[in-house]
DNA sequence: GCCATTGATTGACCCTGATCAATCCACCCC
DNA sequence: GGGGTGGATTGATCAGGGTCAATCAATGGC
C-alpha cells in the first residue's frame, strides 16, 4: 500500500485468480505477529499476495536509518523481483496469511498465462502508485502526509462504526514516521493535532474514528486548519 | 533513472532487443528540447526506450506543487501504464531519440515474447529503484542527496575530462530541486557547498567536474563534511 | 498487586531547509 | 554595444519539524 493521490482512487484492488494447487510444504502461507516473511538480500523464490492481516517492508541504511517501504495489505502482492534477491525486509504486523506465487509465473509466460497476466498487471500498478508517493514524501508537509496516511486507509479498510469510519492501525508509531518520512514525536503530534480540531477521535493507540473525512481529505490536499 | 543506494550499484541498463521493424509515422521517435511527448491524462499507446538525450517525468499537484517522477537517459523504459493513461507529462531537455515500443507486447504475450520479457525486466527493475528511491526522499539531508544524485550521474553517464569525471546537467536547477524533494535555493547553495570544499567544480551551469569522488560517495552515505 | 519495560505523548529548544528579496550572470535580440 | 529576460546565486529571516529529555500509559512477569 503507498499513499496515492485520493482523487484517482484506483481502489480496485482485486484478488489475483487463486492458484488452486496446494503450495509445497517449504513456503510461508501464515505469518504470527512479529514473523519475518523475508529479509533484505534473500533470495526470491516466490512472490506472494496478502490475502489476511497486514505486513511491512522496510529498508535499512548503515546508520540505523530506516525507511519503511509499503504495508502490504489484502489485495497487494509483495517480492517482486529485480534481480534475484529481496531489496527489503518483510515483517507481519498482524496475523498474516499469504497466498504464494512461484516466481517463475513471472519470468515463464506459459506456465500459467492468466496469473502471469495479473501479476505483471499488479506490477504495473505497484509503478503508478509508487510515482503518486513520490509526491508525497517529496512535497507533502507533515499535517499532509498524515492526513492522506489516514484518507487512504479509510478508503481501504476502513469499517463502519456508527455512521463514522473506523481505521485499525496495526503498525506502530514508528512504522507510520518511517513510512511518511518523519519522527515519532511529529507523528505523535500530528496525531492530537488532529484530535485537538475534532478530525479524527483516537479511540485507543491502534483504532482511530474519523469524525470529519470532507476536513480530512481537505487537510491532506493542503487546505490550512 | 532513480537515486539509488551506489553500493548496490545496478548499473547494467541493457539496451532492450530492438525491434527492427519501422514504427509507423504517428510514434514520435524524434523530440527537440523543450517538446512534450506526452502529458498526463494521455492514452498510453506506447513505452519508449530513451536511446539518446535525456527526458524528464513531472507530476503536479493542483497546487503548483511538482514532483520531478524520474529523468529518462539512454537505456531507460519510459511509460508504463498502469491504468490506460499517462500519470505523468513527460519532456525533452536535450535532442532526444527514442525506440518506441507498443504497448500491448507488455500485455500481449504472443507478439514477441523476448521483447515482452526484456520489458517485464524493466518493470521489475524500476520497482526496485524506486523503493531505493524512497530511501532517498524519506530520509536523506540536502546534502546526501545532491551527492547522491551526482554519483548516480557521474557512475551513469559521467565522461572522461583530464582524469576526473565530468557530468553534464542538463535540467535546470529547479528541475533537480522537484527531484530531490528541495528548493532550487537550497539545491543551490548546497553546489556552492560542494564547491567550497573542493569536491567539485562548476565548469559551467549545465557541467560539473568531480574532483574527490571518494568524498562525494562518503556525503551521499551520510558522512558529514 | 507491584514493578519493570517499552512505546506514546508532551515539552523545550534548535537547526535544516523554506521563504522572501536582492543581485548576478548568461544569453539573446535589437 | 546596450539593454532586456529568465534562471542562478546569495543574503536575511523564519518556521516546520528534528532532537533531546521528561513524563505518561499500556503491557507483562513475578
Known sequence: MYVTIPSENPSAFAFLPLCGTKPPQSVQTHLKPGAYLFYEGDEVEWLYQVTSGVVRLTRLLSDGRRQVIAFGYPGDIIGFPATGNHHTDCEALTDTHLQPYKRSILEDRESDPNLHSALLHAALNEISAMQDHFMMLGRKSANE???????????????????YRSVKLPMSRSDIADFLGLTTETV???????????????????????????????LSQGEHD
Open 145 to 163: 502526509k498524515l492526513a492522506s496516511f489516514l484518507c487512504v486507509l479509510a478508503e481501504r479498510v476502513g469499517t463502519d462504526a456508527g455512521g
Open 188 to 218: 505523535s503530534r500530528t496525531f492530537t493535532q488532529l484530535r485537538n480540531s475534532k478530525i479524527i477521535t483516537i479511540e485507543n493507540i491502534h483504532t482511530v474514528i474519523i469524525q470529519r473525512p470532507t476536513a480530512l481529505l481537505g
